[in-house]
């Protein structure tokens, strides 16, 4: 995701853009840039890569921008790799370089979101004699403003919503038009914006931490509305054009809470963001029901020949490996070897004919993770990174790289991250499988459209979690958790401990269900909590033995399983229900319940939830 800013009104605009923009930094901060207008037709465009400051340098604080209008971006990657050609604002001219400078075009634009159809509206411009610099869609989207507004000539609202109706994807938008010096247009669907008021100025923000400092008084501007913002003054309309009103609502948070969007902390706001990340995940590689992993790089002859696969990683990412595994055996029948990559970078191991290492990692920098891709090229093997961060360090040295689209992730314990990270694996299984005929076409079909279900279904699961807080407050004071499960459920009750134990500081450890006997279970005691995951049919009656057998000896016992699953209550002793799906994927949703719990409990503890004790976002040392 990306940070948008804007303002209009009596001050100097650069000044105040840059001060907002530094409130989204955890919006994304793989580059930035600005346009300011001075009253003239000319705006004056800024661009720079890396963080914020670098921008603020060349421009010295803003002060170099004369004007009282102007817009700005921190950029996020998802389409084009962080550099100035690509870093927003875009315009709408033909000019050459990276679209910075006193650029006079018509158009000059800033976008959050993914614009899911642009290379067939990059064609169609192309073939009206508009010419591109950037590798971005948002290029495209103010280029096709740009088109309607020339060709129909009624007016920045009507080429605003001309674009609408023709764009598929997610965006907040906002424009300046050279006829209109001193106002901004604005448009959204289903990414955030916020545009406030007050004397005399206005101003835009993709969150309210942007402007706080200057308004209290916001616009929520609703979904598919366009805005014209003008200094103290916002109009609103709908996609027919026609005006409507929307009520002013008074920011009522303090600074601090604003940035986590209102919630309390960076993790429950990334759990919340879960069914986007996944979403836009989807959508990046399945479209209109077809899987599209020509991004990558990989095609459906290179997967064919593949004889085994190697999923390589380190902490929530080998678990993503490890549930990978079974839906990947079982869909696409190829053995697959889910390994540490602390490890594997030591191993001796023979590399098999056609073997593909595939490496996830949230941050793209984790050492461990590196090195073993290095050693993994060194033994020839062809390498996929499934990676959030864009031109990360492995995403750059893999030989194909699909992107998670999650967004920046600011707690330490990675939520949405690995949710995304999933949701890939699962498309990339029944890419696999299709492309080696284990699944036929109408199979592959149903199993997408259960992919596509999974973001709602995680709503769901969000709405109850006040059981969840509740009985966290059960076990704050746990000394020891115990997570088992069978097949799929085991991995997911590996994340499952690592997230209670990194955050609760709680000892917890996940097991096979089936090797508890083997030695574990005499550490079980009067109360020790038990958490089952229960999703996997098949397995369902052993895991329950399984935890029947800590009962007996004094285990308290919680179970995650599917709704309607009712006779579970004849066993434990507190349920969690999830909805249903097809069991390849029982994880994007069992998982849920588990980061509340952990959350939740940490909270009770009165610990640091978003950075936990001794650890860090990303282990770029050994
Ligand atoms: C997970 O909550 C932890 N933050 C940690 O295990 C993390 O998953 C691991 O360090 C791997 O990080 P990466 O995905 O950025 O490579």
Request: contains cysteine; aromatic residues 8%; proline residues 3%.
């Given at each position: ?96 370089g ?73 965006y ?27 004397e ?143 490890e ?9 004919e ?44 893999a ?43 109408e ?42 499960g ?21 000892h ?16 079980i ?28 000896r004094?285990?308290?016992?919680m ?26 994927f ?37």
């Open positions: 995701m990306c940070g948008i800013v804007g303002y209009t009104g009596r001050r100097q605009a650069a000044p105040i853009l840059l001060d907002s923009l530094s409130r989204l930094e955890y919006r994304g901060y793989d580059s930035a840039g600005l346009a300011v207008r001075n009253g003239t037709a000319l705006a004056e465009v800024v661009k720079a890569t890396g963080k914020l400051y670098h921008l603020a340098d060349k421009t010295d604080q803003g002060r170099a921008l004369a004007g009282c209008c102007g817009i700005g971006h921190t950029r996020w990657a998802t389409h084009g790799d962080p550099s100035v050609v690509n870093a927003h604002p875009h315009v709408s001219g033909n000019c050459s990276s679209g910075s400078g006193a650029v006079e075009s018509d158009v000059v634009g800033v976008h959050n979101g993914i614009i899911e159809n642009y290379t067939e509206l990059k064609d169609k411009l192309l073939r009206h004699g508009y010419a591109f610099y950037s590798d971005t869609d948002t290029e495209v989207a103010v280029k096709l403003v740009d088109y309607y507004y020339k060709k129909y000539k009624i007016g920045p609202v009507d080429a605003i919503t001309r674009t609408m109706v023709r764009i598929r994807g997610s907040a938008l906002a424009l300046m038009f050279k006829d209109y010096p001193d106002e901004i247009f604005a448009a959204r669907k289903d990414s955030p914006m916020i545009i406030g008021t007050g005399e100025e206005s101003f835009l923000a993709s969150d309210v931490p942007a402007i706080l400092k200057y308004t209290r008084q916001v616009y929520y501007i609703g979904n598919l509305q366009v805005a014209r913002v003008s200094p103290g003054k916002v109009a609103f309309f709908d996609l027919n054009g026609d005006e409507n009103t929307i009520p002013l609502t008074e920011i009522t948070w303090d600074a601090a809470a604003a940035e986590k969007g209102g919630y309390e902390h960076f993790m429950l706001k990334e759990i919340h963001e879960q069914p986007a990340a996944v979403r836009d995940t989807l959508n990046s590689i399945v479209k209109d029901g077809k899987i599209d992993l020509s991004g990558t790089g990989l095609t459906e002859e290179t997967v064919r020949s593949v004889s085994k696969i190697d999923i390589v990683a380190c902490g929530s990412a080998w678990h993503v490996g490890m549930a990978a595994q079974y839906v990947i055996e079982d869909l696409a029948g190829i053995p697959v070897r889910v390994e540490l990559a602390s594997y970078r030591y191993r001796k191991i023979p590399m098999a056609k073997t593909l290492v595939i490496v996830i990692s949230q941050s793209g920098e984790t050492a461990d993770s590196l090195a073993a891709l290095r050693v993994a090229k060194e033994r020839g093997a062809e390498t996929l990174a499934i990676v959030n961060v864009i031109g990360s360090t492995i995403a750059r040295e030989d194909h790289v699909l992107y998670t689209l999650a967004g920046p992730e600011i707690a330490v314990a990675t939520t949405k991250a690995y949710s995304a990270q999933l949701i890939a694996t699962d498309v990339l299984a029944v890419y696999l499988a299709l492309a080696r005929g284990t699944v036929a076409e199979e592959a079909a149903a199993l997408l459209a259960e992919l596509a279900e999974i973001p709602a279904k995680i709503e769901r699961i969000l709405e109850e979690k006040a059981r969840l807080q509740w009985f966290s407050s059960k076990i704050a004071n746990t000394h020891d958790i115990f997570f088992i069978r097949g799929l459920d085991y991995a997911i009750s590996l994340e499952g401990s690592l997230k209670m134990k990194e955050i609760s500081y709680i917890s450890e996940a097991y096979a269900a089936g090797e508890l006997k083997h030695g574990t279970i005499s550490l005691e009067n109360n020790t909590l038990v958490i089952g995951v229960l999703t996997q049919k098949e397995l369902y009656e052993k895991t329950v033995s399984n935890m029947m057998e800590c009962r007996s004094g285990g308290y016992l179970g995650i399983t599917t709704n309607g699953n009712f006779s579970v209550e004849d066993s434990v002793n507190f349920t969690v229900y999830i909805p249903k799906s097809d069991e390849h029982m994880a994007s949703l069992a998982v849920v319940p588990l980061q509340l719990l952990a959350y939740y409990t940490s909270v009770n503890r009165g610990l640091d939830v978003d950075k936990p004790r001794n650890l860090a976002k990303s282990v770029t040392v050994e």
